[in-house]
């Protein structure tokens, strides 16, 4: 199975602040379609995920332009120019490259 | 609008059986694969299994493989997860979620339905 390690485990953010966070695989995520399914999540307590960015880099339909996605092969990264106190909550990378579909562990943002 | 509304979780003894169900609305429910995803209390997602848009293909991870079954009615709608033998952890929210849409740009990756989520608690 793909393994997704997600650093830092919390981020301790301020306000107006940039932050980002890091995910890496155990193998690289290019799909044979030359893809490579690596997706962004949010999700704040007692609700579901919310998708952020597909594909590494391609954000979400009415997500801030404040979020953005790069990397390449195994080494990803979510970058937030400007923290907004509704960015509090857990971030999830996701690979839908093979299956079993996998989650990192996710980084916990908080003010 | 679209819409995933998960029913059926609740509490149940070690080794007795559940059955979750998803309403789905507003998009066409035969065009799409979906998935079960889960979440233990505090923990990570995990993906739980699949169910191609025509049922002909099912695939399960392996901590519940043998153990639960997913299917769908499409005359009503509605995906399912039949939990059989249910364990202290597989004490979860369940989330219903859409495949991800293919356009001219093909399939996107991006899982952008969720359902709110059921909680089944295992206990006795």
């Known amino acids: 199975d793909v393994v997704l390690t997600q650093t830092p485990l919390s981020s301790p953010v301020t306000l107006g602040q940039p932050a980002s966070m890091s995910c890496r695989s155990s193998?690289?995520?290019?799909?044979?379609?030359?893809?490579?399914?690596l997706s962004w999540l949010h999700q704040r307590p007692r609700q579901p995920p919310r998708l952020l960015i597909y594909k590494i880099s391609n954000r979400f339909s009415g997500v801030p332009d404040r979020f953005s996605g790069s990397g390449a092969g195994t080494d990803f990264t979510l970058r937030i120019s400007r923290v907004e106190p509704e960015d509090v909550g857990i971030y999830f990378c996701m690979q839908a490259t093979e299956f079993p579909l996998t989650f990192g562990g996710g980084t916990k943002v908080e003010i | 609008q679209v819409q995933l509304v998960e029913s059926g979780g609740g509490v149940v003894q070690p080794r007795r059986s559940l059955r979750l169900s998803c309403a789905a609305s507003?998009?066409?429910?035969?065009?799409?694969?979906m998935h079960w995803f889960r979440q233990a209390p505090g923990k990570g997602l995990e993906w739980v299994a699949l169910?191609?848009?025509?049922?002909?293909?099912?695939k399960y991870g392996d901590s519940v493989k043998g153990r639960f079954s997913i299917s769908r009615d499409d005359s009503k709608n509605t995906l399912y997860l039949q939990m059989n033998s249910l364990q202290p952890d597989d004490t979860a929210v369940y989330y219903c979620v859409r495949d991800p849409e293919t356009t001219a740009l093909g399939w996107s990756g991006g899982f952008a339905i969720w359902g709110q989520g059921t909680m089944v608690i295992v206990s006795s």
């Open positions: 169910i191609s848009y025509d049922a002909s293909n099912k």
């Open positions: 507003g998009f066409t429910f035969i065009d799409f694969a």
């Open positions: 193998q690289s995520l290019v799909h044979s379609d030359g893809n490579t399914y």
